[in-house]
């Protein structure tokens, strides 16, 4: 069975209409989108990214 790790995303829209998104818990995880939904996208990609570099390679 696949790990699936859960994480807080903070999403928020700056003044000038952008939103940023953020995993408090994952140093480097923030985005900038133009859409809620794409910032939703593209925060949680990264952070899956994130997690799945800081695993140990398994070599068959």
Same mark, same amino acid.
């Given at each position: 069975?696949?790990?699936?790790?859960?994480?807080?995303?903070?999403?928020?829209?700056?003044?000038?209409?952008?939103?940023?998104?953020?995993?408090? *818990?994952? $140093?480097? +995880? #923030?985005?900038?989108?133009?859409?809620?939904?794409?910032?939703?996208?593209?925060?949680?990609?990264?952070?899956?990214?994130?997690?799945?570099? *800081?695993? $140990?390679? +398994? #070599?068959?």
């Amino acid at each position: 069975m696949a790990n699936q790790s859960q994480f807080k995303v903070e999403l928020e829209q700056e003044e000038d209409g952008r939103w940023i998104g953020e995993v408090p *818990s994952l $140093p480097g +995880v #923030l985005v900038y989108g133009a859409t809620r939904s794409e910032t939703q996208a593209a925060v949680q990609a990264l952070a899956l990214r994130v997690l799945a570099d *800081s695993q $140990p390679a +398994v #070599l068959s």
